[in-house]
């Protein structure tokens, strides 16, 4: 097997794993989410989830992994993980107007102790758009590097 057939096996399995990774990557963006909701709506009747670090982590290398395989030089490589930002972004401002809207009803428990998800969820859209500027900046960069010289 030459070193060109090589290339293009590899191509392919990292494009199917990175598939597999996108696929994950959503149910764990789905589920971290619901959670999220939950305790959200629930107003402390549910202990916190503290998924965040595992989300993070799941979402980083489906990101660097998504990266490697455009670094390879695949040529098309979906851009669905933004759909995470997006959700991200919305689910958290919907929450917040909904909070808003109900005159805090949803940052104290029942017992009126102050609650954390909204910072939580906060905390957690600024870190998944930190990654996604993170991985814009390696795409960036890839272009500059391989950008032929005059």
Same mark, same amino acid.
């Not at 989300?55 to 990266?67: T, W």
């Not at 949803?106 to 859209?125: N, Q, R």
């Given at each position: 097997m030459t070193n060109k057939d090589q290339i293009k096996k590899l191509k392919g399995v990292e494009s199917q794993i990175n598939k597999h990774l996108y696929f994950i990557c959503s149910i764990?963006?789905?589920?971290?989410?619901?959670?999220?909701?939950?305790?959200?709506? &629930?107003?402390? +009747?549910?202990?916190?989830?503290?998924?965040? /670090?595992?989300? =993070?982590?799941? $979402?980083?290398?489906?990101?660097?992994?998504?990266?490697?395989?455009?670094?390879?030089?695949?040529?098309?490589?979906?851009?669905?993980?933004?759909?995470?930002?997006?959700?991200?972004?919305?689910l958290t401002a919907l929450l917040y107007v909904v909070n808003f809207f109900s005159n805090g009803y949803? &940052?104290?428990? +029942?017992?009126?102790?102050?609650?954390?998800? /909204?910072?939580? =969820?906060?905390? $957690?859209?600024v870190e998944v758009l930190a990654i996604f500027i993170f991985t814009r900046c390696l795409k960036i960069l890839k272009i500059v590097a391989i950008r032929p010289k005059k």
């Open positions: 764990i963006t789905i589920v971290t989410m619901a959670v999220m909701l939950t305790e959200f709506l &629930s107003r402390g +009747a549910f202990a916190p989830a503290n998924m965040g /670090l595992f989300y =993070l982590g799941v $979402l980083l290398i489906y990101s660097l992994h998504k990266e490697l395989v455009r670094w390879l030089g695949q040529r098309k490589v979906e851009r669905q993980g933004e759909h995470f930002v997006y959700a991200w972004i919305v949803f &940052s104290h428990s +029942a017992t009126g102790e102050p609650l954390e998800v /909204l910072k939580d =969820l906060s905390i $957690l859209t």
